[in-house]
């Protein structure tokens, strides 16, 4: 347990690093700026830090380059040479190994969540938000994100699995919606979460939709991914219009029910949070069941804190 003493050292020290992300300085040149030795510098960041020089600069700039896909028009390209990558395939490969998906497809999300797992909790801090608590997430971020997040790793441990695994019958069914869905196999239970998001979406849109789901050919791990990708960045764009406006009590007529009904845009959220929370811990029992070695029980603070701890951050100017 680190003291004040250690956490004041390693906000100087990581500082240091923090400014260097547009400079080619090396270890021995952030040493002399905090007025010790590479070796002495290097030692006392790891034990403060918890984290060496080389890797925070790295991590910084890949939660700088993540921020840049989402919030500015910077090309891919660009961002890649402004994170220090000769190439944009070496810089697409890092990306995806650190945030688990492709450059390209993390700008369509515009997901705001841009901070890498990290023990020291020291990130990336967005241009012109206070020292503290500038990013921080509230319930809606929380319930959504953690939705999503733990939707995309769900189907990322049923893309291991074989098509007879996908439909094996589960040993327990708990029909939580009977009138509507079936949750005999988990190809049914990640279908029921996506199709969920993507109804409640063309309902809040007005789009038409077949409320029949999709082609076999579309019920795939893969192809699911891809669908959910899709509809979160819709899903997600109306209902933070509605968080920003305090406009949860608001009602819209959901056109696809028949005969028409009202609903509340609050009401709705609540729906698809609960329901989906209940079907994403029954696909991560039946993922177990089937010998996956998953981590994690489907926490929202599992979420929190692998994607935006924020106990403590060091500012990073971006131009």
């Known amino acids: 347990m680190h003291n004040e003493d250690d956490h004041g050292t390693a906000d100087r020290l990581s500082a240091i690093v923090a400014n260097s992300l547009d400079t080619q300085a090396k270890t021995e040149d952030l040493a002399r700026l905090a007025y010790q030795s590479r070796t002495q510098f290097h030692r006392l960041f790891r034990a403060v830090a ?23 028009g910077m090309s891919v390209t660009d961002v890649a040479l402004d994170a220090n990558f000769g190439s944009l395939e070496a810089f697409s490969r890092a990306f995806r190994r650190a945030f ?4 390209s497809l993390y700008r369509r999300m515009r997901d705001p969540h841009f901070h890498l797992p990290s023990s020291n909790k020291i990130h990336f801090l967005t241009p012109g938000s206070p020292t503290k608590r500038g990013g921080d997430m509230d319930l809606f971020d929380r319930f959504a994100g953690n939705d999503s997040w733990h939707t995309r790793r769900l189907l990322e441990y049923a893309s291991t699995l074989t098509e007879e695994q996908l439909d094996r019958p589960l040993p327990t069914v708990v029909e939580l919606l009977p009138w509507r869905e079936s949750n005999k196999t988990l190809r049914q239970l990640l279908e029921n979460i996506i199709f969920t998001k993507e109804v409640w979406t063309a309902a809040l849109s007005g789009a038409e ?13 893969q192809a ?15 209902l933070c219009d509605v968080r920003n406006r305090s406009a949860w009590d608001d009602t819209f007529v959901d056109a696809l029910c028949e005969p028409a009904e009202t609903f509340t845009f609050g009401g709705v959220f609540a729906h698809i949070m609960t329901f989906n929370a209940h079907r994403r811990l029954m696909a991560l029992d039946a993922l177990r069941q089937l010998g996956i070695q998953t981590e994690g029980f489907g926490d929202p603070m599992e979420y929190e804190e692998s994607v935006a701890p924020w106990d403590r951050r060091v500012a990073v100017k971006t131009p």
């Open 224 to 238: 699911m991914l891809q669908r959910l990708e899709k509809t979160d960045v819709e899903l997600h764009r109306i």
């Open 50 to 72: 918890e984290e060496t020089p080389g890797a925070m600069r790295r991590r910084l700039r890949l939660e700088r380059a993540a921020y840049q896909l989402a919030y500015t």
């Open 209 to 221: 939709m077949d409320t029949k789901g999709p082609p076999m050919s579309q019920r795939s791990p």
């Open 100 to 103: 688990r998906i492709s450059p």
